[in-house]
């Protein structure tokens, strides 16, 4: 039976090599609805037309490669009853989000809120306005979620002598992290550390994990940073959180409504720093979707099955 492809908008992907394995290829510009219930494997979920693609009758749909590594947004209890394979990204992009932590911390403890309102006035900075100004190696971090980008982060941290704490479901170690603990231990890890970085997937445990509950029991922490999802954060507790003292400074990319409304009380905090969902960007990033989806292509292509990235439906990850 032929393979049918249906890729995402502007995916700068090498079709050619696609088609060279007997694949058939279909854009969202070129597929009609005669084709929905052809379609065996999809790269990305692009809404409304993927769902009308799972929805045809008699649907084909035996694949789905997502172009991100979480996978709450896919209707993850029908994709497991009609028994469809689906791969993630995950490990694409551990490298610029982890950059972007770093950049995060830095934009705080290298002061840079001054320096560029000093800029903004073209006004020379004295230096005593750099008192409380820090180094990555003097702070202390609490990453929840060791997987690709969070074990990618603890070993660039390891380069700036700093201390890391890993969180994730059981305890188990990773490497670049000094300590690691469980999930439900996590008052333990947070107890001494000075910048806390959410990177978990969203699932029903993770949901508003980050709550009154957790910021509450802070004191005074340095830095919240949250590039996971933004469903795992409780805005009006953190909002809260920030107000109260309980945290210095947050760092946010994600955010449980998105486009964050320009409304939200975040904008209006200085010590808060918002990016547009943007920390996974980067050039070339075909590339590095193909890197993984290729070799999951060919497998599935040989024998129906995929070799890397096959996510647990049941578990969301």
Do not use: C
Not at 114 to 127: C, F, I, P, S, Y
Not at 157 to 162: D, E, I, N, Y
Not at 261 to 281: D, F, G
């Amino acid at each position: 039976m032929e393979n049918l492809l249906i890729l995402p908008h502007n995916s700068e992907l090498d079709v050619t090599t696609y088609e060279k394995l007997g694949v058939k290829i279909f854009t969202p510009e070129t597929i009609t609805p005669n084709d929905y219930a052809k379609i065996t494997i999809m790269l990305g979920w692009q809404l409304p037309l993927s769902e009308k693609i799972l929805a045809a009758p008699h649907s084909d749909l035996k694949w789905i490669q997502t172009v991100s590594a979480g996978i709450d947004y896919l209707p993850l209890t029908e994709l497991k009853g009609k028994k469809i394979l689906v791969t993630n990204m995950s490990g694409v992009h551990a490298t610029p989000i982890s950059e972007t932590v770093l950049l995060y911390a830095l934009y705080f403890a290298r002061d840079f809120p001054t320096v560029l309102a000093n800029d903004n006035k073209h006004q020379w900075a004295q230096h005593s306005e750099f008192a409380n100004i820090k180094t990555l190696n003097q702070l202390t971090w609490t990453i929840f979620g060791t997987g690709h980008i969070g074990a990618e982060l603890a070993r660039l941290l390891k380069a700036f002598h700093a201390k890391t704490i890993g969180v994730n479901r059981t305890g188990h170690t990773v490497p670049s992290f000094d300590k690691t603990y469980a999930q439900s231990d996590w008052q333990q890890a947070v107890a001494h550390t000075d910048v806390i970085v959410n990177i978990m997937p969203l699932t029903n445990e993770t949901t508003h994990f980050f709550n009154d509950q957790f910021f509450q029991s802070l004191n005074n922490t340095y830095l919240f940073v949250n590039v996971g999802r933004g469903k795992s954060v409780q805005t009006s507790a953190l909002i809260q959180a920030l107000k109260d003292h309980k945290l210095q400074h947050a760092a946010l990319d994600v955010f449980e409504e998105e486009p964050l409304p320009s409304t939200s009380p975040l904008w209006k905090l200085s010590n808060v720093l918002i990016t547009p969902h943007y920390s996974a960007e980067m050039a070339d990033l075909g590339n590095a979707w193909q890197a993984i989806f290729l070799p999951n292509l060919k497998a599935f292509v040989k024998t129906g099955n995929v070799i890397e990235n096959q996510v647990n439906l049941s578990n969301g990850y």
